[in-house]
């Protein structure tokens, strides 16, 4: 089964920073990446598909890249809005599931 | 307005069954493959089972494997999740989901059900 890893598990940032999340599979998963933001009591929303694609609607303060193993979510400027928790998830393979990362929380 | 409804959560004890419910509108129900994917309270997202479009091919994370049974009813735009032998570390908010097949990525979620498995 692939494990899929986050660093850092949380983060303190001021509004305007820039933010960088990165995930890791433990084998090549090409650019079957994708990110998700979490806001407390609400359902995961797709930012980010196929390692850089952004989602429909998602702003482009967002980006994401990486391919193989090694993969980044950036926030080019923090805003109120983005405190949230971001998984990344690998779509290589079904045997084993459709792995999450632990997550990363971003707080102020 | 594409929407995924989930139903049938609540409080179940240790060794019983449960059975959720997905309920879709706005999309062709058909064309998509879904899933359930779980968050217990406090932790992450657990992938669960997935569903092909078609009901063809069903998919489940080892910690289900036998005790889950996901399926789904097309016609009527419903997927379900039928859980048996429910145990204490079954307990969180399980989400349905629609699987972007080319990508692996989940694009659409519900609002999800909770399921707490006490005595």
């Known amino acids: 089964d692939i494990q899929m890893t986050q660093s850092p598990s949380s983060l303190s940032a001021f509004v305007g920073d820039r933010v960088t999340i990165t995930c890791r599979a433990s084998?090549?998963?090409?650019?079957?990446l994708n990110w998700y933001q979490q806001k407390p009591g609400k359902a995961p929303k797709l930012l980010i598909y196929?390692?850089?694609t952004l989602q429909s609607g998602v702003p482009s303060r967002f980006s994401g890249s990486g391919s193989g193993t090694d993969f980044t979510l950036t926030i080019s400027s923090l805003q109120p809005e983005d405190f949230a928790t971001y998984y990344c998830?690998?779509?290589?393979?079904?045997?084993?599931?459709?792995?999450f990362g632990p997550g990363t929380k971003v707080d102020i | 307005e594409v929407q995924l409804l989930e139903s049938g959560g609540g409080l179940v004890h240790p060794g019983g069954s449960l059975r959720l419910s997905c309920a879709a509108s706005?999309?062709?129900?058909?064309?998509?493959?879904t899933s359930w994917v779980r968050q217990a309270p406090g932790k992450g997202l657990e992938w669960v089972s997935g569903?092909?479009?078609?009901?063809?091919?069903?998919y489940y994370a080892d910690s289900v494997k036998g005790r889950f049974t996901i399926s789904r009813d097309n016609p009527k735009n419903t997927m379900y999740l039928q859980m048996n032998s429910l145990r204490a570390e079954d307990t969180a908010v399980y989400y349905c989901?629609?699987?972007?097949?080319?990508?692996?990525?989940?694009?659409?979620w519900g609002q999800g059900t909770m399921v707490t498995v006490s005595s």
């Open positions: 989901a629609t699987l972007v097949g080319a990508t692996g990525s989940f694009d659409i």
């Open positions: 706005g999309i062709t129900f058909s064309n998509y493959a």
């Open positions: 569903i092909s479009g078609s009901a063809g091919s069903t």
């Open positions: 084998q090549s998963i090409s650019s079957y």
């Open positions: 196929a390692a850089s």
């Open positions: 998830q690998q779509g290589f393979t079904i045997p084993g599931g459709f792995t």
